[in-house]
C-alpha cells in the first residue's frame, strides 16, 4: 500500500546519525536525495558506540515478525559488506552462548530448538568442545554451549563513519555538533523547516528521526507522542596486550566481545540493574570486571579504560517504530533497540518508503501510528 501521494523528497534532514540514520541516509544520498545529517555530538559516537553490538536473531524470538526482521537485519548486513567492503567494521565468525543454572539452561536449549525449527542455523556443543574453539574460556565440560555460526559483531562507530563519507561523496552535507530546536510545519501539517542550535534554518520536504534516546523529543517538536522506556545500560572497555578471545559470547552474568585487537567490550543486565541504585560508573565498570574475569582469567590483566552508562532507545513496547506518520506529512521514525542488527535492513526499507511512498510489509507490525496521541 502507499501512504499518500506525494511527490519524492528533494532534501531529506536525518536527525541522529547513529547506525540508523547513517543507513537511511546514506540509502537516500546513493539515489539522488540531498541528504542533511544532523547530530548534537559526532556520528556514531553515542549509544551505536556503546552498544555490545551484536548482530543477531537468536535473541528475538518473542515475535515471528520481529525475528524475520533481525534474520533480514544478518542478511542486509552481509549485502552492505560486499557493497561497501568490510574494511575494519564487520566480524562475521559467530556467537556463543551458556547457562549455570538449570532452569536458564533448560530454556537455552529450548530455545535452540526453537531456532532449528525455525531454519536458523544452530549448534549445541559441550564446554569441552567449546574450548577447542576459544582456550582461554573457563567453561566446565560438559555444559551445553549454543553456537550460533550466522551471528557477527560490529565496530558501530567505524560503519557509521563509512557510510556517512559515502552518503557525503554523493553529496550529503554533515551539520554536526549542533541540535534540533523546532521542526516547522505548513498549514497542511506537512514538514517544512529544521530549526537548528546554531540559529540556522532548514528548508526540508521530509525530515527522518532517528534520534535514539532523544527520539521522544524530536516527535514532541511535531506534537507527536513516541512513548520511550527508560532502560539504562552500563557498557565498559578493557585494554588487554591481546585479545583472549575472538567471538562474541552470553556467559552466565556477563556478554564478552573482542574490540578489535586490544581491546574487549563487557556488558551484564545484571549489573545494569543497579544503576539507579545510584552506583557511579566507575564502580559499575569494576563490576564488570570482576564477572568478566570468571569466564576469562587472563583479563585479570587488562586495564578499564572507559565505562558509559546510556539509555537504550526502546520504545514503548519494545518493537520499533519505523515509517511514516500519517498525521504529519513528511515526518518518518527510525526508533528500536537493536539498532545494530537491524540499521541495514531498516535504512533500506524506510529510505524505499521515503522515495516511493510504498509501505513493506515486513515493517507492517512495526509502524508508528500504533502509538496514537
Known amino acids: 500500500m502507499r501512504i499518500r501521494s506525494m511527490k519524492r523528497p528533494e532534501r531529506v534532514a536525518v536527525i541522529g546519525v547513529g547506525i540508523l540514520g547513517s543507513c537511511v541516509g546514506w540509502n537516500l544520498a546513493r539515489h539522488g536525495v540531498e541528504v ?15 552498544s555490545f553490538s551484536w548482530v543477531n536473531a537468536s535473541n528475538k524470538t518473542v515475535r515471528r515478525s520481529y525475528f524475520d526482521l533481525n534474520v533480514a537485519g544478518m542478511a542486509a ?3 552492505l559488506a560486499d557493497v561497501i567492503g568490510p574494511d575494519l ?3 562475521p565468525g559467530g556467537h556463543l552462548r551458556w547457562a549455570d543454572e538449570p532452569a536458564a539452561e533448560a530454556k537455552l536449549l529450548e530455545t535452540a530448538e ?7 542455523r544452530v549448534e549445541v556443543r559441550t564446554g569441552a568442545e567449546v574450548r577447542h574453539l576459544e582456550p582461554a574460556l573457563a567453561v566446565p565440560d560438559e555444559v551445553p554451549v549454543a553456537f550460533y555460526p550466522d551471528e557477527a559483531w560490529v565496530q558501530g562507530r567505524h560503519v557509521v563513519g563509512r557510510l556517512v563519507d559515502l552518503a557525503v561523496a554523493a553529496g550529503a552535507e ?22 537548528l542550535s ?3 534554518q532548514l528548508e526540508v520536504d521530509a525530515i527522518v ?27 565498559t572497555r578493557v585494554e588487554c596486550a591481546q585479545v583472549p578471545v575472538h567471538h562474541p559470547m552470553h556467559a552466565p552474568h556477563i556478554e564478552i566481545r573482542p574490540d578489535g585487537d586490544t581491546s574487549m567490550v563487557l556488558h551484564s543486565r545484571e549489573i545494569d540493574a543497579l544503576i539507579d541504585t545510584g552506583k557511579d560508573s566507575a564502580e559499575l565498570g569494576r563490576l564488570l570486571h570482576e564477572v568478566a574475569q570468571q569466564v576469562v582469567p587472563e583479563l585479570g590483566n587488562a586495564r578499564i579504560t572507559r565505562t558509559r552508562v546510556s539509555n537504550r532507545p526502546i520504545p514503548a513496547d519494545g518493537f520499533p517504530s519505523v515509517g511514516a506518520v500519517p498525521s504529519v506529512p513528511g515526518y518518518y521514525e527510525a526508533v528500536t533497540h537493536s539498532g545494530i542488527t537491524l540499521g541495514p535492513v531498516i535504512g533500506r526499507l524506510l529510505a524505499a518508503e521515503i522515495l516511493s511512498g510504498k509501505r513493506d510489509e ?3 507490525d512495526f509502524r508508528p501510528e500504533r502509538f496514537l496521541t
Do not use: C, K
Open 36 to 50: 542533511v545529517f544532523i547530530d548534537e555530538g559526532q556520528p556514531g559516537e553515542g549509544v551505536t558506540n556503546w
Open 77 to 79: 548486513y552481509r549485502e
Open 89 to 91: 567494521w564487520w566480524h
Open 114 to 120: 526453537l531456532l532449528a525449527g525455525w531454519d536458523y
Open 174 to 195: 554533515r551539520r554536526f555538533g549542533t541540535a534540533v530546536r523546532g521542526i516547522g510545519t505548513r498549514s497542511d501539517g506537512a514538514v517544512r523547516t529544521v530549526v
Open 198 to 200: 546554531d540559529g540556522s
Open 209 to 235: 528521526n532517528a534520534a535514539g534516546p532523544n527520539a521522544s523529543h524530536v516527535a514532541g517538536l511535531v506534537a507527536r507522542q513516541l512513548p520511550m522506556r527508560w532502560e539504562p545500560g552500563a557498557v
Open 362 to 364: 515486513m515493517l507492517a
